[in-house]
């Protein structure tokens, strides 16, 4: 035989065993929803009693904290320091949906 021969016959014989195996291992998962557990038991549940939602609070963000953030922004991207730059005002645009 030829080394081309050789190499496909190991090639089929190789990935034949590897799909024979997958298909085990699906199998046995497959089959674990049929075997019992043993010690447990049929639980009866009875209907839950009614919970109370939590009430979300929303808080506001704390304006001296984004106005700090946004400085450190545009310092950070004009390569200099916060002690150089003031914000005068900002306000918010668009939606709350990032863009991302």
Do not use: C, H, Y
């Not at 050789?6 to 190789?14: D, M, N, R």
């Not at 950070?76 to 306000?91: I, Y």
């Amino acid at each position: 035989m030829s080394n081309l021969s050789e190499g496909v016959i190991a090639l089929i014989s190789g990935m034949g065993i590897v799909f024979a195996v997958l298909i085990l291992i699906a199998v046995i998962i497959w089959a674990f929803k049929f075997i019992k557990q043993p010690g447990k038991k049929e639980v009866v549940v009875k209907e839950p009693l009614p919970v109370k939602a939590p009430v979300e609070v929303e808080e506001e963000p704390d304006d001296l904290e984004l106005v700090a953030v946004i400085t450190a922004a545009i310092a950070a991207s004009l390569n200099t320091t916060t002690d150089k730059l003031q914000v005068k005002s900002f306000r918010k645009i668009g939606s709350n949906r990032s863009r991302w």
